[in-house]
């Protein structure tokens, strides 16, 4: 049976320098869970207590309720229920591809020729049902990574733990194996805990994307709700915007949303973090799929005049980098028809994902903008 993993309060030091500080974070039976942050956020170390590879200072982690890691108890990685896959395969290189996999069976089934038929099952499961006798060192990269798969399906563990599993192959098979990882971790029944610092591979996978940063968790939800209100400016950033664009609440429309004046023009944003009827200053930050690029006219309200500074083409369309009054650059705006460099534009905003976060200071003179017949 799939257990629900319980992380609460967990922290690490190393040395002086605290790593992991009160981690809370619940893994429900079954549940596809990503951990998401930048390089050095604390992400290998958060997997390493969860698999026992370290022991944790402060807090305790438990499975279905039961205590497997505080300070005085760690429960060693072969008695946790779960099993890991590695960015570096960690396969046994003097054992064939079927006996990598029978291995890792040994533990729970005493019979040598069970062991091989589910062994052998969980090979063709992963396309590697001709390649039963090839050593790794005869795999490709991407075979070895799906018999690193198979190996920890096999045993059907309540918990998964993926080390960053793509980033060391190339982008097709790399899309392709998140796919079998996906379907086949689900199909299974194992709980996942999966580290990357890639946004698009975490909200691909996950049913919920866990944010670290610092060594702390800024943000635990669906993908989704992390897209579309992040926390913090941070999480936002992280998550992929198109720019930043720094102004003043001039109006209050209705209790999601705010109209601010910036140098680029005036702007109807939704409310994010902790804005509050005594914010003045805001920054705006825009998702790239925010913007709607128009003929230029002048526009009212949530609409940006621009122009083209370049335009790639992506299949599916085009990502365009546009300069808007005032100078800033919004990177990556979409659009399934081509504008061409120089062409004098207008964006229609969406205000939905038009992201406004407080800030401390005036970095605009709503004055000046006047003068300069940029706010009404
Ligand atoms: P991430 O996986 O997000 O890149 P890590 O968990 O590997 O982050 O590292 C978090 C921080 O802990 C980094 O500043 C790293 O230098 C430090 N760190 C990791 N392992 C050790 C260790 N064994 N000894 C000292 N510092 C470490």
Redesign the pocket.
Known sequence: MTKRIEIKTVSKA??V?N?LEGIDLTIEAGEFAVLL??????????LRLVGGLEKIDAGEIRFDGKLIASPKVHTPPDRRDLSMVFQDFALWPHMNALENVSFALERYEKDSKVRRRQSGEMLERVGLASKLDRFPSNLSGGEQQRLSLARALVARPSLILFDEPLSSLDADLKERLRIEISELTRQVGSGALY?T?DQSEAFALADRVAL?NDGKLIQVDKPEVIYRSPATPFVAHFTGIAGELEGEIIDWCDDASVIVATRAGTVVAKRCGSIDAHSKYVRIMLRGSAAKINKSTNGGDGTLNGRVVDVAFRGRGYDHVIEVSGGTRLVGIFAHDRWERDDLVHLTLNADQTLAFPSDDAVIDLDLLAADGQVA
């Open positions: 190393y040395g320098t790593v942050g930048p390089s050095g956020s604390g992400k290998s170390t958060l580290i610092h670290l």
